[in-house]
């Protein structure tokens, strides 16, 4: 019995340590950000703030990019609808998107080793923030 708890105790630190974010560096259509969630690679996060805030971060102190949108929403979301266009969603009010919008199809956005952020189905869209 005490392997058990010792188990628990080392999954519930891990959920501590994880935080609400994604942890991943991908996010495909139809998938959401919610409020406090991020893709992550290396370095960049890729953040949907709490004041509803789209965000992509180099080592969590310097922004390299943003939606613009802090305080235009509650409980906000970033989706990658199926047309390839990211928005930035309050409740069902769009606050921001990308105009990415080509027509229904399998898109992925990719938070990229290289600090750039983008959309691929063909590459529609980009924070245009690669770093050397």
């Known amino acids: 019995m005490s392997n058990m708890g010792g188990v628990f105790a080392l999954s519930f630190v891990l959920l501590l340590l994880l935080g609400n974010g994604v942890a991943e560096e991908m ?23 709490t004041d509803c805030n789209l965000v992509l ?3 969590q102190t310097r922004a390299l990019w943003s939606s613009r949108t ?27 998107n990308s105009g990415t919008a080509r027509g229904s199809n399998n898109y992925r956005l990719i938070v990229q080793g290289d600090g750039n952020v983008v959309i691929y189905g063909a590459a529609l869209w ?6 050397s």
Do not use: H, K
């Open 27 to 49: 996010l495909f259509s139809g998938e959401s950000l919610n409020a406090g969630e991020f893709l992550e690679n290396g370095p960049y996060r890729f953040i949907m703030q």
């Open 57 to 59: 971060y180099m080592n």
């Open 70 to 96: 802090d305080g235009r929403g509650t409980s906000c979301r970033a989706t990658l609808q199926n047309d390839g266009d990211l928005v930035v969603l309050s409740g069902t009010a769009a606050v921001w």
């Open 126 to 131: 980009a924070t245009n923030t690669v770093q």
